[in-house]
């Protein structure tokens, strides 16, 4: 069956980098897009951007250009996202979902918990 | 970027009410319009994809229509387990999401 596990929680400094993964199975990697979403607490969904986990292309929401960056390995059906230079305004759940096209997203991570504090 | 808007951002509603969720887009986005329900500490569900198709094994009593910067989502019947957060977004361009709205018990 189709899952797709992230990465704990982490707890960050403000200025600090985080790396978030999610790791998928049960299905072919490379021929699903890949999404990244976040929610801050009792906020609305924002979306971050996607990676194409065949090609590595990605494609990033305006607002984080610059300070995101996702990549994957194809060894271990594994995609990545890391946001940095982070502030107190990046604490939020992280989710990583599959895309199907046209259909939408059919499946999500569980959820990261990035908490950025001094 | 496409900003998208949905009203009202919260209702009360009792079991068995019809409930409406309005969305618009900044701009046309042809039928390129998800639903999704969210429930607290849970991921978001796809509903509705393509403004009206129903995602399989998402009861009939959710519907959806519109086009353009329009779009609705209905709920014919609510029951228990549908009180949540309900989110519209559009992948016409790079995705947004409306900013939510909320259905509690009344």
């Known amino acids: 069956q189709v899952n797709l596990v992230q990465s704990g929680a982490e707890v960050k400094k403000p200025g600090a980098s985080v790396k978030v993964s999610c790791r998928a199975s049960?299905?072919?990697?490379?021929?699903?897009?890949i999404h990244w979403v976040r929610q801050a607490p009792g906020q609305g969904l924002e979306w971050m951007g996607i990676i194409n986990p065949n090609t590595s292309s990605t494609s990033y929401a305006q607002k984080l250009q610059g300070r995101v960056t996702m990549t994957r390995d194809t060894s271990t059906s594994t995609v990545y996202m890391e946001l940095s230079s982070l502030r107190s305004g990046d604490t939020a759940v992280y989710y990583c979902?599959?895309?199907?096209?046209?259909?939408?997203?059919?499946?999500w991570g569980q959820g990261t918990l990035v908490t950025v504090s001094s | 970027d496409i900003q998208m808007t949905q009203s009202p951002s919260s209702l009360s509603a009792s079991v068995g009410d019809r409930v409406t969720i309005t969305c618009r887009a900044s701009q046309s986005i042809d039928n390129y319009l998800y639903w999704y329900q969210q429930k607290p500490g849970k991921a978001p569900m796809l509903l509705i994809y393509g403004a009206s198709s129903l995602r399989s094994g998402v009861p009939s009593r959710f519907s959806g229509s519109g086009f353009g910067t329009e779009f609705t989502l209905t709920i014919s019947g609510l029951q228990p387990e549908d009180f949540a957060t309900y989110y519209c977004q559009q992948s016409y361009t790079t995705w947004t999401f409306g900013p939510g709205t909320k259905v509690d018990i009344k």
């Open positions: 979902a599959r895309d199907l096209g046209a259909p939408g997203v059919d499946f």
């Open positions: 049960g299905y072919t990697f490379r021929n699903y897009y």
